[in-house]
């Protein structure tokens, strides 16, 4: 394997796994708060998504003097190193392990609340990522910034409540897993479009949009609209179709909803995947 | 979903990751693909916005990379470094560099040392 490809294994695993974590702890107090039974599944998916989430990142930093270097060696130059972890990418990898060890740590599933402490370190662990990426250098970052931050926050809360919500399905009574979908679909109906807006306003104050669909960024972008549209699509299936059939307790209703929010969860991630290669391989520049 | 909401964000999903810009390298003396005909004695680069150079390496043919620098720190968009002595044939330039955003960016360049016959 080589380094880039090593770098953006982990990047992707570090991305998948804090979104998979801070989104559990949004999803639990939020459109999950009436789950009981199958609390304890997606608290202990939670932990292990927060302990996978610090590993992969501050692998990932660790490697990322590696790739400075562009060989495994300079993993072990000090200067570059130093330069890693005193630089924004280390900074953020700091801030977000801190905030996912409190995450990690032993909690009581069965309290029913989250807590202000987790909910604020899920929030500071999304909001990590501010402090890398161009608009952490834009003259604009006034404006950036929020705009960044609901869209990665909404990012984190969908991909990071699917599998809860086929936890829900399985493990609770029907009208209860009903219920967890219900909201979910409400709240989804007035933040996707949130979301769908604050990256528009980021394309437009800091690209004016160029596009040709030829370079291999553009290719990716294509690829990452693909995965994309494909979720939204299962999405729509889950809200009209499946989720009526799970609330009325039908049979297979579990099965087919579980199955779909798999593999929805496959497909996001395949986005998240392909935007770790994007962002460390190309630039749109270049491109 | 509402068709429109799903056009809009998948025009959102097209648009906003194309806002991360990178720095990149918009000059170097010698210039990428440029024939000489002396040897350089210094190699310049100047990048497009302020980045520190984590990596530089001058490589003939198949010979091994010969690394150059120091190496600072301190970020800068335009560098100097002495060459070594280079003898006729050509040339890979391999850099490497990180963006004050925290990006990495490398990049390589040729060129051409083929001196006048005596």
Avoid at chain 1, 177 to 189: E, I, K, L, N, Q
Avoid at chain 2, 1 to 29: E, Q, W, Y
Avoid at chain 2, 94 to 101: G, L, T
């Amino acid at each position: 394997m080589t380094l880039d490809a090593a770098s953006i294994a982990l990047q992707a695993i570090a991305y998948l796994a804090l979104l998979q974590a801070a989104g559990g702890v949004m999803y639990l107090g939020s459109v999950g708060a009436p789950m009981r039974a199958g609390r304890e599944a997606v608290v202990a998916l939670i932990r292990r998504a927060a302990a996978l989430g610090i590993a992969a990142a501050l692998m990932h930093a660790a490697f990322e003097a590696g790739r400075m270097a562009g060989e495994f060696a300079g993993m072990a130059d000090g200067r570059l190193q130093r330069l890693v972890w005193f630089g924004p990418a280390g900074e953020a990898t700091v801030v977000r392990a801190a905030a996912l060890t409190i995450l990690a740590m032993r909690w009581n599933h069965g309290a029913a609340r989250i807590g202000t402490v987790r909910t604020a370190a899920a929030v500071l662990a999304v909001l990590s990522l501010l402090t890398v990426g161009h608009t952490a250098t834009n003259p604009a970052r006034g404006v950036l910034a929020p705009l960044l931050a609901l869209h990665l926050l909404v990012a984190a809360w969908w991909f990071g409540s699917l599998l809860p919500l086929a936890c829900a399905a399985r493990l609770e009574m029907p009208d209860t897993a009903g219920r967890c979908v219900h909201r979910f679909s409400v709240v989804a109906g007035w933040l996707v479009p949130c979301m769908a807006v604050a990256g528009l306003a980021l394309a437009w104050l800091l690209t004016g949009g160029r596009f040709d669909g030829t370079q291999p960024y553009d290719l990716a972008l294509l690829a990452k609209a693909a995965g994309f549209s494909s979720a939204l699509a299962l999405a729509a299936l889950n809200r009209w179709r499946l989720a009526p059939a799970l609330a009325s307790g039908r049979p297979q209703a579990v099965r087919r909803f579980g199955l779909s929010l798999v593999v929805e969860t496959v497909l996001l991630a395949a986005v998240v995947v392909v935007t770790a290669a994007m962002t460390s391989l190309f630039s749109p520049e270049s491109a | 979903m509402k068709p429109s909401t799903l056009a809009l964000v998948l025009v959102c999903a097209a648009f906003s990751a194309s806002a991360a810009a990178h720095a990149h390298l918009h000059a170097s003396v010698p210039a990428d693909h440029a024939t000489v005909s002396a040897a350089p004695r210094q190699l310049s680069l100047a990048f497009n916005e302020s980045v520190v150079l984590t990596a530089l390496t001058i490589q003939k043919g198949d010979s091994a990379p010969t690394r150059l620098g120091p190496l600072a720190d301190a970020g800068a968009a335009e560098f100097k470094f002495e060459l070594p002595s280079l003898d006729d044939g050509s040339y890979v330039v391999k850099w490497r560099a990180i963006s004050a955003d925290g990006h990495i960016m490398a990049g390589k360049f040729t060129f051409t040392v083929r001196s006048a016959a005596p």
